[in-house]
């Protein structure tokens, strides 16, 4: 699904018009977004799932190409874990 058939979809089933369902999209991608940038970094929605920023550390790896040794800076990464009622559902 991409982002415009869920804004139809979200417009459909709430009954509102597409322009208004954009913003309310948008406005929750930028609270997720707000809410990771924090120190703790995570949000929970009941029943759906939990998005939380973890630390992943610097790493040494392979360039696949040449097989030379690099290093992987550390850096956050956004994990996301389903809750009971989404993992019931799929």
Known sequence: ????????????????SKTDAGKAL???????????KKKDGKLTLVGFGTFSKVKR??????NPRTGEEIKIKA????????GKNLREAI
């Open 57 to 62: 550390k610097a790493r040494k790896g392979r």
């Open 26 to 36: 948008n406005a929750f991608q930028d609270g997720v977004t707000k809410a990771l």
């Open 75 to 82: 850096t956050n990464v956004v994990k996301f874990k389903a």
């Open 1 to 16: 699904m991409t982002k415009a058939e869920l804004v139809d979809f979200i417009a459909e089933t709430a009954e509102i």
